[in-house]
């Protein structure tokens, strides 16, 4: 199955004995897809602002809410000070029109659709916290499974690479917009909006190590976690 990095490592850390066989996409500095939005009228214009406040976030753990703690941090905040709601992309317009929060951590299309509302205003998106070319999302398997079972994780990790190549040529840009409209059963004029990521279909134990640390960095890991046996590459 697929888990952003950090909830990989998280299992891994509770005992769970898995493996990355595949990587998704990179981070990029120029493709912003997550933000951080607050009303106009909110009197919230930067990290400081938020002590106290309420943020929605789609996963407690997840890496846009390791990221967003990140730049809490660096900005000298408390990333206790702010409370951590749970919420669905779809319903972050509705709970920032509503003031239900006070902020929303929130991904394409919907950052988008919600800026185009007109009420709202970004704080920051969490590539500019991101480094360039931090992997996000990871295919992970029991490593009982990978190991027995090579020839398949062989034939995925190439599949996972041509697969990348296609994505990543310029030429295929339509046909891949096409594929991913396919599965988020977006509508054209919002498909036409979303920004093609970069794809690597692998992943190093340096990329996975920069999770570790930032993890560590607020305390949301128990034991000492060594990314290099963590991937495995058939």
């Known amino acids: 199955g697929a888990a952003t990095a950090t909830a990989f ?27 951080l939005l607050t009303k106009k009228n909110s009197g919230i214009n930067g990290p400081r602002d938020l002590v106290g406040k309420k943020m929605s976030v789609a996963g407690i753990g997840s890496g846009p809410y390791v990221l967003v703690r990140k730049w809490l941090i660096e900005n000298k905040v408390d990333i206790k000070s702010v409370q951590y709601i749970e919420t669905s992309y779809p319903s972050m317009g509705d709970a920032l029109r509503s003031g239900s929060v006070d902020a929303v951590l929130v991904a394409e299309p919907y950052k988008t659709r919600i800026m185009e509302a007109g009420d709202a205003k970004l704080l920051i998106n969490t590539n500019e916290v991101n480094q360039t070319g931090q992997i ?62 970069k794809f690597q279909a692998d992943l190093t134990p340096r990329q996975l190590g920069l999770w570790v640390e930032i993890m560590n960095q607020q305390s949301m890991l128990q034991t000492k976690i060594d990314p290099a046996r963590l991937i495995i590459r058939a």
């Open 9 to 35: 490592l998280a299992a891994v850390d509770s005992g769970l004995d898995l493996v990355a066989v595949g990587n998704t996409t990179l981070s990029e500095h120029d493709v912003p897809r997550i933000g």
């Open 136 to 197: 996000s999302t990871v295919y992970i398997a029991t490593r009982a499974w990978a190991t027995s079972h090579m020839a398949e994780v062989r034939a995925f990790q190439a599949g996972l690479r041509r697969g990348s190549d296609f994505g990543n040529n310029k030429a295929n840009a339509a046909a891949t917009r096409a594929l991913f409209g396919t599965y988020v059963k977006l509508p054209p004029e919002v498909l036409e909006t979303v920004q093609i990521p």
